[in-house]
């Protein structure tokens, strides 16, 4: 479409708005109790990854313009830039790592004031090896009775084969996507549930490669490259988001060994993200952000994921995530290949609005900076109170409920969809659904690191 035809079809729209505005407000119609936008024209960034999808939808199903947004969505090339074109207002607003808002906020890497009204998704991610480290692997996996490797698969096993490398004094690397990444805290828990030093950060001594006193050195590699690094031998192994598990099976270069989902029960995935400043300066805009994603977000998981289908071709496009759109449909759709040939039925896999997925929880906030401090992103002790106060500074539910009682207020939504808002305190109830059954309360964030075996705590420094 020309430029001028795109700048006609938006006047059209806006101009169609108008008179709906006009005419709710002359026949005495109350309005949902936010005001207009005080920015309309929005760009927001992503990562090319499914779980983009909320983004994607919201756009294509005209949620967005439904509340007087007129957005662009543009791929970012990491998320280092991603996040630094939201911070300088390059970008309104993007898809973000759950680790981002917290670690700017709190001066880890960049320091600024990010926060979030919207998580976007659970699961959605995987730890894939090379077929090399896998044919080793599976000389220790048991079978089921049906001949397959029987799952989870605990990192256990990959120690075997850690160990043979140190012996042989070659150094066993893994990749992830960034280091204040759900990748990179699911691959360490992982990791180190199997007795798996994967190193600590000392970034007031100046070290912030996150290998000090490694077993398995994990480096950074952007999400897309993560195939062709783990076919060129660069990397041994990697965890990181779909397709790019998917595509490592399609292509025959490596296995998927374990989805997030095994590792942590639906565990918290993406946010969206916004500078506290954009929030402060367009409230009403920052609402009607949130009411369009949540629809999105609904839209994905109704009717037990019977949209997922027709998100797959919408999420197979170039301008989105642009991989094979069978790729991309073997996780999305409710399955996930493991070895060639072996899939199986994973539902969950991608959730983005059941069990509440789309509610900034604190406790989930509170996690991954636990797990900054364990592995020394976060150098010093901290006491319980500081890690609830930094989650209320980042993670933003008041904003979550208003948009959500204006989507049941305007008859989009249903009450029972949400939590109770009136009781929510925040804090979902302690699970012990991980890898090594330790249980988590997010009300005591000192008492889970003291339970963890590898990993730093109480006054402990490097």
């Known amino acids: 479409m020309s430029k001028s035809a795109l700048s006609r079809r938006t006047f059209l729209k806006r101009a169609v708005l108008a008179i709906a505005v006009s005419a709710l407000y002359g026949s005495g119609v109350a309005l949902a109790a936010t005001g207009k936008p005080e920015k309309e024209d929005l760009k927001f960034g992503f990562i090319k990854l499914t779980d983009m999808a909320p983004l994607a939808i919201a756009y294509e199903k005209g949620y967005f313009e439904d509340e007087g947004l007129y957005v662009q969505l543009e791929a970012q090339a990491n998320w280092k ?28 890497g960049t320091k600024a ?11 959605g991610n995987g730890i894939t090896v090379s077929n090399a480290v896998w044919q080793e692997m599976k000389k220790y996996v048991p079978l089921g009775a049906d001949g397959k490797p029987v799952h989870p698969i605990k990192a256990d096993v990959l ?54 006193n490694a077993d398995v050195l994990l480096s950074v590699t952007p999400p897309p490259q993560m195939p062709a690094t783990l076919e060129a031998g660069t990397i041994n192994g990697y965890c990181v988001g779909e397709p790019w598990n998917q ?27 916004i500078t506290k400043q954009f929030a402060d300066k ?52 409710g399955t996930f290949e493991y070895e060639k040939g072996d899939k199986r039925a994973v539902p969950d896999f991608n959730v983005f609005f059941r069990y509440n997925a789309t509610y900034p929880y604190y406790s989930d906030a509170v996690w991954y900076l636990t797990q900054m401090r364990r592995w020394g992103q976060i150098a010093e002790y901290k006491p319980d109170s500081w890690y609830m106060d930094m989650a209320k500074k980042v993670y933003r539910p008041d904003i979550y409920a208003v948009a959500a009682r204006e989507l049941i207020a305007e008859g989009k939504m249903k009450a029972s969809d949400f939590p109770n808002f009136a009781k ?39």
């Not at 607003?93 to 709190?106: E, F, H, N, V």
């Not at 190193?199 to 996150?210: F, I, M, V, W």
């Not at 989805?259 to 565990?267: A, G, P, R, S």
């Open 424 to 462: 929510e305190s925040g804090y979902k109830p302690p699970t012990n659904k991980f890898i090594d059954g330790v249980t988590y309360d997010g009300t005591k964030p000192n008492a889970y690191l003291e339970k963890l075996k590898i990993g730093l705590k109480g006054a402990e420094k490097i």
């Open 282 to 333: 367009y409230p009403n805009t920052t609402v009607r952000i949130t009411k369009a994603l949540i629809r999105a977000a609904y839209w994905l998981d109704q009717n037990n994921n019977a949209n997922r289908q027709e998100a797959v071709k919408i999420l197979s496009r170039p301008n989105y995530v642009g991989a094979d759109a069978n790729v991309i449909a073997n996780s999305m759709t």
């Open 81 to 108: 830039v991603l996040l630094d074109r939201v911070i300088t207002g390059e970008l309104d607003g993007a898809q973000m790592l759950a680790g981002q808002p917290l670690a700017a906020t709190i001066g880890y």
């Open 159 to 212: 120690k075997k084969v850690v160990e043979a490398y140190k012996k042989q004094g070659k150094a066993f690397k893994m990749g992830m996507v960034f280091p204040v990444s759900t990748h990179n805290y699911e691959l360490r828990y992982w990791l180190a549930s199997g007795g798996i030093n994967p190193g600590y950060y000392a970034p007031e001594k100046g070290d912030t490669s996150g290998t000090i």
């Open 247 to 273: 595509q490592a099976v399609f292509k025959g270069i490596g296995v998927p060994v374990i989805t997030d989902n095994e590792i942590w029960k639906n565990n918290p995935e993406k946010v969206f993200g």
């Open 113 to 123: 004031d990010v926060i979030t009204p919207f998580s976007m998704d659970l699961n």
